[in-house]
T-cell receptor, first 114, second 114 residues
Framework: TQLLEQSPQFLSIQEGENLTVYCNSSSVFSSLQWYRQEPGEGPVLLVTVVTGGEVKKLKRLTFQFGDARKDSSLHITAAQPGDTGLYLC??????????????FGRGTQLTVWP | NAGVMQNPRHLVRRRGQEARLRCSPMKGHSHVYWYRQLPEEGLKFMVYLQKENIIDESGMPKERFSAEFPKEGPSILRIQQVVRGDSAAYFCASAQGARAYEQYFGPGTRLTVT
C-alpha cells in the first residue's frame, strides 16, 4: 500500500495551460516535500511545506499543504515545455517513522507540448 | 557546486557478481539515505546511516545487501550475488541533522544485472 497517493498519474497539456496535481494520504505528515525528476537523473527538491495550511510560491509554481497535514497540491500557471518531468511528493509521517525517512508517492508524469 | 555525488552512474553485473555503489554526501551533511527506484513501484527507502552508524535498515533486504558510511570516505551500498531482480536505479540522498526531511539526491546508479 502507498502511503502517499498522487493524481493524476499522467498529464499531457499544451503550453500556456494551468494545471494542478494532488498528493493525498490518510496519515498525518510532519512535512511534505515536492521533487521534480527528469529521465536518467535524481529527484530535485523544489519545496518543503511544514505548517498546516501553508502556501509557498516558486515563480509559476504554487504549493499548498492541507490544514490537517494529510494532503498537498501543486499548481502550475502558464505551463512551459521546461516544466515537463515527473513530479513527486514525499514526506515523513508524523508517527512511527525514523527521522528523515521519506515515503514517496508514485508521481505525476507531466508533459507540456509547445 | 558540491552536490551529492554517486558513482558509477551505470553498472552492469552478471548474476552472482558483487555490485558496489558509492555516494559522497553534500558538504556539511551527516545523514545519508539510500533509495531504490523501480519503474512500477516508485522510490522506496532502503537504509539510513550517519557516520559509522546504521540508524535504520528496515527497508533493506536482510540477505545480500549491506551498507556502510565510514568515518572517512563515501557511503557504500553493497549487493552480493546479484540477481536480475536487483536491476534498478539506486539513489543516495543526504541531509543536515536539523532538517533531515529536506533531502538532496544524487544522480543515481543504474544497475543492470544480465
Amino acid at each position: 500500500t502507498q502511503l502517499l497517493e498522487q493524481s493524476p498519474q499522467f498529464l499531457s497539456i499544451q503550453e500556456g495551460e494551468n494545471l494542478t496535481v494532488y498528493c493525498n494520504s490518510s496519515s498525518v505528515f510532519s512535512s511534505l516535500q515536492w521533487y521534480r525528476q527528469e529521465p536518467g537523473e535524481g529527484p530535485v527538491l523544489l519545496v518543503t511545506v511544514v505548517t498546516g495550511g501553508e502556501v509557498k510560491k516558486l515563480k509559476r509554481l504554487t504549493f499548498q499543504f492541507g490544514d490537517a497535514r494529510k494532503d498537498s497540491s501543486l499548481h502550475i500557471t502558464a505551463a512551459q515545455p521546461g516544466d515537463t518531468g515527473l513530479y513527486l511528493c514525499a514526506g515523513p509521517p508524523d508517527r512511527g517513522s525514523t527521522l528523515g525517512r521519506l515515503y514517496f508517492g508514485r508521481g505525476t508524469q507531466l508533459t507540456v507540448w509547445p | 557546486n558540491a552536490g551529492v555525488m554517486q558513482n558509477p552512474r551505470h553498472l552492469v553485473r552478471r548474476r552472482g557478481q558483487e555490485a558496489r555503489l558509492r555516494c559522497s554526501p553534500m558538504k556539511g551533511h551527516s545523514h545519508v539515505y539510500w533509495y531504490r527506484q523501480l519503474p512500477e513501484e516508485g522510490l522506496k527507502f532502503m537504509v539510513y546511516l550517519q557516520k559509522e552508524n546504521i540508524i535504520d535498515e528496515s527497508g533493506m533486504p536482510k540477505e545480500r545487501f549491506s551498507a556502510e558510511f565510514p568515518k572517512e570516505g563515501p557511503s557504500i551500498l553493497r549487493i552480493q550475488q546479484v540477481v536480475r531482480g536487483d536491476s534498478a536505479a539506486y539513489f543516495c540522498a543526504s541531509a543536515q541533522g536539523a532538517r533531515a526531511y529536506e533531502q538532496y539526491f544524487g544522480p543515481g546508479t543504474r544497475l543492470t544485472v544480465t
